[in-house]
């Protein structure tokens, strides 16, 4: 919402010496949020005049152009030549003249230069050129009576002013109006407020008013409608009231059009402007009937709902109320007689047929946010009467108005409801002034000490409709920054659940091993599943969809943190960063098939325990995962060493960081799962049970999503990891010497490292402290399809230093073993 100050000032008693960002800093306390304070006609400067035309000639030229050179009166003992290649002005008219060191709008410097023949000192201005509208096409003719020459052009043409642009928030629909912008001023400057809506203005409504019939009241509580005649439609606009709703951001039409926005924009009251002429019986609301269409003002035929909220005449649908009108009865030039429409229509209704057509207007923004329900009668007759004065002819006896608003609600509460909600003393007469400062209607019952108040909220305000919505409404009026800061007091005995001391612990280490941490969006959709190449009868293709999602290219929620941690990695990688190690800590999405349907709770009390265990067994299981991505090189080039590429190898690092952290033994094993590469998969196992996978992703999958060759990613559950936990014990810490021993092992190629390993680590028992692998060898020296592992075996005893023959032994029961469970061969033997 754009508000000019000069507008405001209307309403409210703003000292002079006041600014724009004053204004804002005393909204900006109360809660609004003003975006910016934008200086308007700032950028023009020097001498800009008021000038009459005194004479001028018309001088063809050669490239066929035809200029004027015009002698123009601006006050001065002599007249100015000017050269104008316009045409639209004549003799005796008032100009706009930027004299020689006047700049216009786009640094645009004027000076005194010969063209054309002549010496032109000074220009004759379009409205574009001034920055006060959009024609070019000739220059601004002012009426005469608006100055004389010599005159300072700024005032006339309400050149500056200061606009506050306001993002009004979806609870505070009254904000969408100059009336509800300078309630708002008056209270947080602590100055008078005069309300737009005067009681003068009410309408005279008899049954001579034109016919109107409301056939779905739910929809529309109230329907005001006032007909002017003898409207001049040639009529201008005042220049004032052009510019205003040009600085509220809209663009001006014709009168009679801009009078309906001037309006809107005023009370926040959405108007529609009908030709009489053009109607054909009374005016009806009612929903859509099946295969209705509508040609809305827009130039688009519209297929209708039957949930749509229509108004009608004896011709059918003429307009999509509270969204846009039809274009059979809309106001033309050549409109003289005018039924001006105000009406409130349901908050819901409005949203659901702007969303439904893709369609949102300036009325359809008001009315889903919450229209003051009392002020409709005034609105219409407030356009009726700036009609009048502007267009001339007259109103006709008797206004039409329909239904009544419905009664705001009473809300008991108790005296220091907001002082307990904010934390610190707020004085009685505190919490009643505030309320009554903001419309509401204030009655206080109780002893001293103990009492209570009935609050009737004013009409504009639906959004204060319980206890603490009057707590909130006192508290931002007093000022947030008043409220104290307190630290809340940890409850003793307490601390983080294992399940968050896992979390914190995975995102510790991890990002400690060079992985930046990612929120993804938990929505995917078909193409995703598509893109990671999963079969048809993959259960993670088994989504839930939503009802209402924010796209609907992704309407399911993820059942796996891929697709998100991807997209972003696409999305770096698309703006240059290709050395990515991204991991995202989130919850994935099951559906359970035997799932109940979600009950539908109640609003006007809490749940019950039966109620809110039935909402639990609907949701979904919502397991917690890990998961990474690697693209790029792992290690980057340095003076010392060559980058290493990211591969499946760190992916599986990672997981092992992770299982590390939990406290679990991971081991690991080949297998073929989407989306990795079908030789680069390993399969994640803790106590024998699946808990994710890792390895590099499948080259369709990278091409899919634009990652650099050999991405590699790992996904892990975390809830597994955590069912594995055990109490983690203290290490002991032998102070006797180690023993090493190096083994190298010949096994077919087929045979996983991890078998091998786990061999080793079963044959030697208790004395093995650690098993690692430093070097797979395959080649001529071998056996085709064969490879030689090497481990370096570390043997170390509690009590004692071990012997020769102990270590000897020990080795050799490894080997033995890897030999018995793996065909292992001891190379050199």
């Given at each position: 919402?754009?508000?000019?100050?000069?507008?405001?000032?209307?309403?409210?008693?703003?000292?002079?010496?006041?600014?724009?960002?004053?204004?804002?800093?005393?909204?900006?306390?109360?809660?609004?949020?003003?975006?910016?304070?934008?200086?308007?006609?700032?950028?023009?400067?020097?001498?800009?005049?008021?000038?009459?035309?005194?004479?001028?000639?018309?001088?063809?030229?050669?490239?066929?152009?035809?200029?004027?050179?015009?002698?123009?009166?601006?006050?001065?003992?002599?007249?100015?030549?000017?050269?104008?290649?316009?045409?639209?002005?004549?003799?005796?008219?008032?100009?706009?003249?930027?004299?020689?060191?006047?700049?216009?709008?786009?640094?645009?410097?004027?000076?005194?230069r010969k063209t054309y023949g002549h010496v032109s000192d000074g220009m004759i201005c379009s409205t574009r050129e001034l920055g006060v509208g959009d024609d070019h096409?000739?220059?601004?003719?002012?009426?005469?009576?608006?100055?004389?020459?010599?005159?300072?052009?700024?005032?006339?043409?309400?050149?500056?002013?200061?606009?506050?642009?306001?993002?009004?928030?979806?609870?505070?629909?009254?904000?969408?109006?100059?009336?509800?912008?300078?309630?708002?001023?008056?209270?947080?400057?602590?100055?008078?407020?005069?309300?737009?809506?005067?009681?003068?203005?009410?309408?005279?409504?008899?049954?001579?008013?034109?016919?109107?019939?409301?056939?779905?009241?739910?929809?529309?509580?109230?329907?005001?409608?006032?007909?002017?005649?003898?409207?001049?439609?040639?009529?201008?606009?005042?220049?004032?009231?052009?510019?205003?709703?040009?600085?509220?951001?809209?663009?001006?039409?014709?009168?009679?059009?801009?009078?309906?926005?001037?309006?809107?924009?005023?009370?926040?009251?959405?108007?529609?402007?009908?030709?009489?002429?053009?109607?054909?019986?009374?005016?009806?609301?009612?929903?859509?009937?099946?295969?209705?269409?509508?040609?809305?003002?827009?130039?688009?035929?519209?297929?209708?709902?039957?949930?749509?909220?229509?108004?009608?005449?004896?011709?059918?649908?003429?307009?999509?109320?509270?969204?846009?009108?039809?274009?059979?009865?809309?106001?033309?030039?050549?409109?003289?007689?005018?039924?001006?429409?105000?009406?409130?229509?349901?908050?819901?209704?409005?949203?659901?047929?702007?969303?439904?057509?893709?369609?949102?207007?300036?009325?359809?923004?008001?009315?889903?946010?919450?229209?003051?329900?009392?002020?409709?009668?005034?609105?219409?007759?407030?356009?009726?009467?700036?009609?009048?004065?502007?267009?001339?002819?007259?109103?006709?006896?008797?206004?039409?108005?329909?239904?009544?608003?419905?009664?705001?609600?009473?809300?008991?509460?108790?005296?220091?409801?907001?002082?307990?909600?904010?934390?610190?003393?707020?004085?009685?007469?505190?919490?009643?002034?505030?309320?009554?400062?903001?419309?509401?209607?204030?009655?206080?019952?109780?002893?001293?000490?103990?009492?209570?108040?009935?609050?009737?909220?004013?009409?504009?305000?639906?959004?204060?409709?319980?206890?603490?919505?009057?707590?909130?409404?006192?508290?931002?009026?007093?000022?947030?920054?008043?409220?104290?800061?307190?630290?809340?007091?940890?409850?003793?005995?307490?601390?983080?659940?294992?399940?968050?001391?896992?979390?914190?612990?995975?995102?510790?280490?991890?990002?400690?091993?060079?992985?930046?941490?990612?929120?993804?969006?938990?929505?995917?959709?078909?193409?995703?599943?598509?893109?990671?190449?999963?079969?048809?009868?993959?259960?993670?293709?088994?989504?839930?969809?939503?009802?209402?999602?924010?796209?609907?290219?992704?309407?399911?929620?993820?059942?796996?943190?891929?697709?998100?941690?991807?997209?972003?990695?696409?999305?770096?990688?698309?703006?240059?960063?290709?050395?990515?190690?991204?991991?995202?800590?989130?919850?994935?999405?099951?559906?359970?098939?035997?799932?109940?349907?979600?009950?539908?709770?109640?609003?006007?009390?809490?749940?019950?325990?039966?109620?809110?265990?039935?909402?639990?067994?609907?949701?979904?299981?919502?397991?917690?995962?890990?998961?990474?991505?690697?693209?790029?090189?792992?290690?980057?080039?340095?003076?010392?060493?060559?980058?290493?590429?990211?591969?499946?190898a760190d992916a599986i690092q990672a997981a092992r960081i992770v299982a590390e952290a939990a406290g679990v033994e991971l081991s690991v094993r080949a297998d073929e799962?989407?989306?990795?590469?079908?030789?680069?998969?390993?399969?994640?196992?803790?106590?024998?049970?699946?808990?994710?996978?890792?390895?590099?992703?499948?080259?369709?999958?990278?091409?899919?999503?634009?990652?650099?060759?050999?991405?590699?990613?790992?996904?892990?559950?975390?809830?597994?990891?955590?069912?594995?936990?055990?109490?983690?014990?203290?290490?002991?810490?032998?102070?006797?010497?180690?023993?090493?021993?190096?083994?190298?092992?010949?096994?077919?190629?087929?045979?996983?490292?991890?078998?091998?390993?786990?061999?080793?680590?079963?044959?030697?028992?208790?004395?093995?402290?650690?098993?690692?692998?430093?070097?797979?060898?395959?080649?001529?020296?071998?056996?085709?399809?064969?490879?030689?592992?090497?481990?370096?075996?570390?043997?170390?005893?509690?009590?004692?230093?071990?012997?020769?023959?102990?270590?000897?032994?020990?080795?050799?029961?490894?080997?033995?073993?890897?030999?018995?469970?793996?065909?292992?061969?001891?190379?050199?033997?």
């Amino acid at each position: 919402m754009r508000v000019p100050i000069s507008w405001l000032r209307e309403y409210v008693d703003l000292p002079a010496s006041i600014t724009g960002r004053e204004v804002a800093d005393a909204l900006i306390r109360v809660g609004l949020e003003v975006e910016t304070v934008e200086s308007v006609g700032a950028d023009v400067k020097g001498p800009l005049m008021l000038g009459r035309v005194l004479e001028f000639v018309e001088e063809p030229q050669k490239n066929g152009k035809t200029i004027r050179w015009c002698q123009v009166d601006v006050g001065a003992a002599e007249p100015r030549g000017i050269v104008c290649g316009a045409r639209n002005f004549a003799v005796g008219d008032l100009v706009v003249v930027a004299l020689p060191g006047t700049t216009l709008p786009g640094d645009f410097t004027i000076t005194a230069r010969k063209t054309y023949g002549h010496v032109s000192d000074g220009m004759i201005c379009s409205t574009r050129e001034l920055g006060v509208g959009d024609d070019h096409d000739g220059i601004l003719v002012l009426d005469p009576s608006d100055g004389t020459p010599g005159d300072d052009a700024a005032p006339v043409l309400h050149l500056r002013d200061e606009v506050l642009d306001i993002a009004v928030t979806p609870d505070r629909g009254y904000t969408m109006s100059v009336r509800g912008i300078a309630r708002e001023a008056a209270t947080a400057l602590g100055l008078a407020f005069s309300d737009p809506v005067k009681p003068e203005l009410a309408p005279n409504v008899s049954d001579k008013g034109y016919p109107v019939r409301v056939d779905d009241t739910a929809g529309c509580a109230v329907f005001a409608a006032v007909t002017v005649e003898g409207f001049d439609p040639a009529a201008p606009s005042p220049r004032w009231l052009q510019r205003r709703v040009q600085l509220a951001g809209m663009r001006p039409i014709s009168a009679a059009v801009d009078v309906t926005n001037y309006v809107m924009l005023e009370f926040g009251q959405p108007i529609h402007g009908y030709d009489r002429s053009r109607l054909a019986g009374p005016i009806v609301v009612r929903r859509a009937e099946p295969g209705e269409k509508l040609q809305t003002l827009d130039g688009a035929t519209r297929e209708l709902d039957p949930e749509d909220l229509l108004i009608t005449d004896d011709s059918g649908p003429i307009g999509l109320a509270g969204v846009m009108g039809g274009a059979t009865t809309e106001l033309s030039d050549t409109t003289t007689d005018v039924v001006i429409e105000a009406a409130h229509f349901d908050a819901v209704v409005i949203a659901r047929t702007s969303r439904r057509h893709k369609l949102s207007s300036e009325a359809s923004k008001r009315f889903e946010r919450g229209v003051d329900t009392a002020i409709q009668g005034y609105a219409a007759q407030r356009v009726a009467e700036l009609l009048v004065s502007i267009g001339g002819g007259r109103i006709l006896d008797g206004a039409t108005l329909i239904g009544t608003p419905p009664p705001a609600p009473q809300i008991t509460i108790p005296a220091d409801h907001a002082a307990r909600v904010a934390g610190y003393p707020i004085p009685v007469e505190v919490f009643v002034r505030r309320l009554e400062e903001v419309g509401c209607v204030v009655e206080t019952r109780g002893e001293a000490g103990a009492e209570r108040l009935t609050v009737t909220p004013p009409s504009w305000r639906p959004d204060l409709a319980d206890p603490n919505d009057l707590a909130e409404e006192v508290i931002r009026l007093e000022g947030y920054d008043t409220v104290p800061s307190v630290l809340p007091v940890a409850p003793p005995g307490r601390g983080l659940t294992s399940d968050q001391r896992l979390r914190r612990t995975v995102g510790r280490v991890l990002a400690g091993a060079g992985y930046v941490e990612v929120l993804a969006y938990p929505f995917v959709g078909e193409a995703d599943f598509d893109r990671l190449r999963l079969p048809a009868d993959d259960p993670r293709r088994q989504a839930l969809r939503l009802a209402n999602p924010l796209s609907e290219e992704e309407p399911l929620l993820r059942t796996t943190l891929l697709p998100g941690l991807l997209a972003i990695a696409r999305r770096n990688v698309g703006r240059g960063f290709t050395d990515l190690a991204l991991f995202e800590l989130g919850v994935v999405f099951r559906p359970r098939p035997d799932a109940p349907a979600a009950p539908r709770l109640p609003v006007d009390r809490r749940p019950s325990e039966e109620e809110i265990a039935a909402l639990d067994a609907a949701l979904p299981d919502q397991p917690r995962r890990v998961g990474v991505v690697l693209t790029g090189d792992r290690q980057p080039a340095g003076w010392q060493s060559t980058a290493r590429s990211a591969t499946w190898a760190d992916a599986i690092q990672a997981a092992r960081i992770v299982a590390e952290a939990a406290g679990v033994e991971l081991s690991v094993r080949a297998d073929e799962h989407a989306p990795w590469h079908p030789g680069r998969c390993a399969a994640l196992l803790v106590d024998g049970r699946l808990v994710g996978h890792a390895g590099e992703l499948h080259p369709k999958v990278v091409e899919a999503y634009g990652l650099p060759p050999r991405a590699a990613a790992m996904e892990l559950q975390l809830d597994r990891l955590e069912a594995s936990m055990r109490p983690v014990s203290a290490p002991q810490v032998s102070t006797y010497p180690p023993a090493k021993e190096d083994v190298a092992l010949i096994v077919d190629a087929a045979v996983p490292v991890a078998d091998v390993e786990a061999a080793l680590r079963d044959g030697v028992g208790d004395l093995l402290e650690s098993v690692r692998l430093f070097d797979v060898y395959t080649g001529a020296q071998i056996e085709a399809g064969t490879k030689s592992l090497a481990f370096a075996l570390r043997f170390r005893a509690p009590d004692r230093t071990l012997t020769d023959a102990e270590v000897s032994a020990a080795k050799q029961a490894a080997v033995d073993e890897a030999a018995r469970r793996t065909h292992a061969v001891q190379r050199g033997t």
